[in-house]
Each structure stands twice: as structure tokens, then as C-alpha cells.
């Protein structure tokens, strides 16, 4: 199972746009702020149900003047919603984990798709809400801060000169935070998706309407989606800035603390640590005892502790898990010297270790560990594990770009037993070139922004779509434009030294 299609409306940037993903690994391109980021968080916040972690400004701005005229009582507009459509390409081994999103019992094929919206739980309710506490906020009474006025007299608030209170429009009704009304208000509604309902391009057909999940009738959409895939995102700001002398080393010692802790169950009892760890606690009680004596001593010519009161005994505790899970009590450093040296002379603290190598270790240790947690999952294990990775290019030399890019696969492959049940899909945003020479041209997906009158929006273009195009296999590698990538495209060689670099201008 993997993921094969998303559509994105509403969001941020992407206003209404389809996005193909790679069975193993895709790659985000294009321009800043293009949408690749949104992209990932849009996948992140739907698939995890966090409504709460929606704002006003996860709109498309196109949106905003759409829900003020709704607010005012306009005819014939309705409260926009945001949505994300996420098409699964499913085997028969996989019908099972998918029975809650077929269609019909005449459904037939190896796509199911699911259709999360956010949305007003009552636009009316919503809409009278506003104008409710508009009409109280500007007729509320004032009374004037100017002398000379007469006694008793009031005003409203409205009359105030240049002064209008808030809520001013229905969006700044929505964007309150003190009313929380986007948690209150707005809730998350789950559809099923019959692909005979769309186009090739899975455009909805006119007249189609989605079966919305019911959670009386079964599993929550939440649950369904929720059994289905799991996603985690490796952020660009991985905090690696060398402005504060003891800062990366902290940050890597607390992401390898952070790792340890999580995987502690899969520890056994070493013995001889335990047995090392209570020989220091012995001998630093006697050194504890030796420096705090005369203290106590002194204390005990004040009259403490006398005869009832109990004595003061100061002793260590050396606790094995919390001396690594704690970033205190391990730290990373770098051994200097041969490799396969018999004994380590000489270290560095991590903080002296390039950034390059800083961001790689980093990006590993934290690929384990959502892998691992996600591997751990025993009850109901989502068969689909799709992880973001933004700019692992960072700080790092070409060739530790394409090495990594080669080997992540590697990382994140699942053990033997478990890999027809289970998959691992990736998709990395990228500005560097030395990713794309390395993984080719299908697995790309530019995004291009799109200034339509003001409105700022993005499209995506799947790069994979030049070669599905391929017609004549006379044409010298050349192909036809492709309607996916719209009525410009030109004629372009499909060699990948070649076009790549066309996408960096």
C-alpha cells in the first residue's frame, strides 16, 4: 500500500492542487515559499486530526474575502472549507485494512481514497455568532475620558472617533483567540471516495456527492485514517546554529538522549554497569560524607538534629537510564586519532564537529527513531509510513548529499517479516542539484508559483508525467507536451544531466 495522489484545497498556498507521490520516494523542488512546507503540513495536521493546531491563516487568502461576505449575509456564498483528498493504491492483501473506504460492493480495482475536510459545524450558528457579538461591541456603552461632558452621559462605542471595536469583520471573529472559535466551532468531517466519482485526473465529477463517515455506523474517520498511515516530518530548522558555543552540542546530545529514552524496553539488565555504577555510588558517599561533615558537624551545635529529629544523610543517586536519557548526564564527543585505535587518547566535544556531520548524524538518529516507534506500534500497526525530510542538504558537501540520498532508503527499510504488511515511503524537499543527478528525474515534483490577479497560489508539476507521455520511440528521447503540465510545456530531452538544471534558474 502506498499513497498515491493528494489534492489540496483551500490551504496556505494551495488553492486547489493536486500533488502525485512515488511508491519509494519523491522529491519536492521549487522556489521559496512555493508551497512544499504547506504541503507537508497539510498531511501532518489532517492525518493527526489537530484541529486545534488550525488558524485562520492556514486559509487560502483567496478565502478570506469569501468569508467575510459570508459573514455579512451575502447571497449565494457559502463559508469555504479546507480539505485534503488522499488516494491509497492498495493490493489484495491490503482489502482488509480498507473495507471502511470501499465505495460499494461492486467496487473493483486498487484505489480507495478518503476526503478530510474542515469545516463550520454550523455555518448559520457560526455567522449569527458574529453579528451578535458585533452589534454588542459596537453599541457598547463608553464613558468619555473628556472633561466638561455631562454627568451620566454615555456614548457608543462605535461613535468613538477612529475607534472600532473588535470583532471588526468575520474573519477577526474567527482568528480570535480568546474565543477559540476555530476549536469550538469548527470540526473535522470524514468522506468516502469513489474514484467512478472522478476523472482520470481525479477531479470530481459535476453531480457526485461523497459518503460521509458517520461514526455510529462503525469506526470514526479518524480511526479509519488513523489505521491507515502514519506521518512524521524532519523540519528544515533542525536548531544547528553555532551562535551559542555550548547550543549544538546540547541539541545532539538531547536528540541522542531523546532516542535512548524511547528505546529502553528493548534493553536488557547489564549487569556489570549496574555492579560499576553502585562502586562509584559507594565512593562518592564517602567523598559526599568527607566534604559535608563539618557542615553537619556545625549544624549540630545549633541543636539539630537533638534526639527526635531525624539526621541529615546527604547520599548520590546513579540511576543508568537517566545518566543517558538525561542530555546532562551523557554527552557526545569525538574520538581523535586512527580509526580502529586501541584505546581513544584524545576527544572533542561536539560542538567542534563540522555542521555538516552535525546535520547527517542528526537526520539518522532521528530517521530511527520515528521508524522504530512506528515498528513498535503492536496493536494496529498503520501499514504506511510516510516521512517528510526538508533541505537534507544543509551544511553538507555534494557527495555526502547524494550518499545520503542514496542510503535513506537503506535506513528505513522494514525487517523481512514484516514487509509485505508494511511500507516505507519518503518524500525529501530539496534545493540542491547533487539530490537530483543522484535519484533522476521521475521522482520530481516542482512546484511553481502562480500569481493569478494578485492571488497568491501554487501548482504542482509531475516531472514523472514526461515520461508516461513517451509516444513514439523514433523521437530521438524527445516527447510531446504533456496536458498534466499544461498548454506551455515545451518539448524537452529526458536526459536527466541535461533538464535538471533547468529547474534551478
Known amino acids: 500500500m502506498h499513497i498515491e ?4 484545497r483551500n490551504f496556505r498556498r494551495l488553492k486547489d492542487t493536486r500533488i502525485d507521490l512515488a511508491s519509494d520516494i519523491s ?55 479546507i480539505s485534503l483528498d488522499i488516494w491509497f493504491c492498495v493490493t489484495p492483501a491490503d482489502l482488509h485494512r480498507v473495507v471502511d473506504l470501499l465505495p460499494s460492493l461492486d467496487w473493483q480495482g486498487s484505489r480507495v481514497g478518503i476526503r ?25 456603552q463608553l464613558q468619555p475620558a473628556g472633561e ?24 477577526d471573529f474567527i482568528a480570535d483567540t480568546v474565543g477559540d472559535r476555530l476549536r469550538r466551532d469548527f470540526e473535522l468531517r470524514y468522506y468516502i471516495l469513489d474514484s467512478a466519482g472522478f476523472d482520470t485526473e481525479f477531479k470530481q465529477l459535476d453531480g457526485y456527492v461523497p459518503l460521509r463517515l458517520v461514526p455510529d455506523k462503525g469506526r470514526s474517520g479518524r480511526d479509519v485514517l488513523g489505521s491507515l498511515v502514519k506521518v512524521d516530518c524532519l523540519h528544515a530548522q533542525r536548531h544547528l546554529s553555532d551562535s ?3 547550543s549544538r552540542s546540547e541539541d545532539l546530545s538531547r536528540c541522542l538522549s531523546r532516542f535512548y529514552e524511547r528505546n529502553l524496553e528493548k534493553r536488557g539488565e547489564d549487569y556489570d554497569a549496574q555492579r560499576a555504577l553502585y562502586q562509584s555510588e559507594s565512593l562518592l558517599n564517602d567523598h559526599l560524607e568527607r566534604v559535608f561533615g563539618p557542615t553537619l558537624e556545625r549544624l549540630a551545635d545549633l541543636g539539630y538534629p537533638g534526639v527526635n529529629n531525624p539526621r541529615l544523610l546527604i547520599k548520590t543517586a546513579l540511576n543508568p537510564a537517566t545518566i543517558l536519557s538525561s542530555h546532562e548526564g551523557a554527552r557526545v564527543h569525538y574520538a581523535l586519532g586512527a580509526l580502529g585505535a586501541a584505546e581513544v587518547t584524545a576527544t572533542l566535544p561536539d560542538r567542534y564537529n563540522g555542521l555538516g556531520f552535525k546535520n547527517l548524524i542528526y537526520m539518522v538518529i532521528e530517521l530511527l527513531d520515528v521508524h522504530g516507534r512506528w515498528l513498535d506500534i503492536e496493536e494496529n500497526r498503520p501499514p504506511l509510513h510516510l516521512i517528510f525530510i526538508e533541505e537534507p542538504e544543509a551544511h553538507l558537501h555534494a557527495q555526502l548529499q547524494q550518499v545520503f540520498i542514496r542510503k535513506v532508503l537503506d535506513i528505513l527499510a522494514v525487517p523481512e517479516e514484516d514487509s509485505p504488511y508494511c511500507t516505507s515511503q519518503l518524500v525529501v524537499s530539496t534545493h ?32 514523472a508525467a514526461f515520461y508516461e507521455a513517451a509516444v513514439d520511440p523514433n523521437c530521438s528521447g524527445l516527447m510531446k507536451p504533456d496536458t498534466h503540465l499544461g498548454e506551455n510545456a515545451r518539448q524537452i530531452e529526458v536526459s536527466d544531466d541535461q533538464t535538471t538544471p533547468y529547474l534551478f534558474r
Open 244 to 246: 551559542n558555543a555550548g
Open 5 to 8: 495522489t493528494v489534492w489540496v
Open 116 to 140: 478530510v475536510e474542515l469545516a463550520a459545524a454550523d455555518a448559520g450558528l457560526l455567522r449569527s455568532s458574529f453579528q451578535e457579538a458585533r452589534a454588542s461591541a459596537r453599541h457598547a
Open 432 to 463: 540542491s542539484p547533487h539530490v537530483l543527478y543522484e535519484r533522476g528525474f521521475k521522482p520530481i515534483r516542482y512546484f511553481r508559483r502562480v500569481a493569478d490577479a494578485g492571488i497568491q497560489q501554487s501548482q504542482v508539476l509531475s516531472m
Open 148 to 171: 466638561g461632558v455631562a454627568q451620566g452621559y454615555v456614548e457608543p462605542a462605535i461613535a468613538q472617533d477612529g475607534y472600532n471595536p473588535r470583532p471588526r469583520d468575520p474573519c
Open 27 to 81: 522529491i519536492f523542488v521549487g522556489a521559496n515559499n512555493s508551497g512544499k512546507t504547506s504541503a507537508a503540513h497539510a498531511l501532518q495536521l489532517f492525518t493527526s486530526a489537530s484541529k486545534d493546531r488550525f488558524t485562520l491563516h492556514d486559509f487560502s487568502s483567496e478565502c478570506w474575502d469569501v468569508i467575510n461576505a459570508f459573514g455579512e449575509g451575502a447571497d449565494g456564498v457559502e463559508l469555504p472549507t
